[in-house]
């Protein structure tokens, strides 16, 4: 069976981080991009997250309070100014520059993940996909998905 048809993408916004979002957009400046959907057949999944006035972050995890990066899905975050560095070079909607940084692992593994600048801040995509998908391809359209939708 072909790995795209087991892949179904779970509504993030509107929808399940709809709240999340709204709390966060309360305690940062920084201008919140999240993708519309996520790439995963998993389910149920929680949302949390927190802001500051300079960064925000956004968890979608596998369980309620999770705390912990073994039940950690995605990661979202946004942080005023900041530069991107190294990585692999990708191009983005309307023009952006991005970096790519796939699964890492020394002590412990890091999941791929995307960067770009836009509006004055750098903005990160992560998560940990099944193994029958391609994770550059998926926080493209992730990052694209983030882009196109502007601010939340």
């Given amino acids: 069976m072909l790995a795209s048809l087991l892949i179904a993408?779970?509504?993030?916004?509107?929808?399940?981080?709809?709240?999340?979002?709204?709390?966060?957009?309360?305690?940062?400046?920084?201008?919140?991009?999240?993708?519309?959907?996520?790439?995963?057949?998993?389910?149920?999944?929680?949302?949390?997250?927190?802001?500051?006035?300079?960064?925000?972050?956004?968890?979608?995890?596998?369980?309620?309070?999770?705390?912990?990066?073994?039940?950690?899905?995605?990661?979202?975050?946004?942080?005023?100014g900041g530069k991107l560095y190294g990585g692999r070079k990708v191009t983005l909607a309307n023009g952006r520059k991005g970096r790519y940084y796939p699964l890492s692992c020394g002590g412990s593994c890091s999941p791929p993940s995307i960067s770009w600048r836009e509006r004055g801040n750098t903005y990160e995509l992560q998560m940990e996909f099944a193994d029958e998908q391609s994770p550059r391809t998926e926080l493209v359209k992730m990052a694209n998905s983030a882009i196109r939708n502007g601010p939340r």
Avoid: H, W
């Fill in 9 to 80: 993408s779970i509504g993030l916004l509107p929808g399940i981080m709809s709240d999340t979002v709204d709390d966060v957009a309360n305690q940062t400046a920084v201008q919140i991009l999240a993708p519309s959907r996520l790439p995963t057949v998993i389910e149920p999944l929680f949302t949390s997250g927190e802001g500051t006035r300079r960064s925000y972050q956004l968890v979608v995890s596998t369980q309620e309070d999770c705390g912990a990066n073994a039940c950690s899905l995605a990661y979202f975050s946004g942080n005023k």
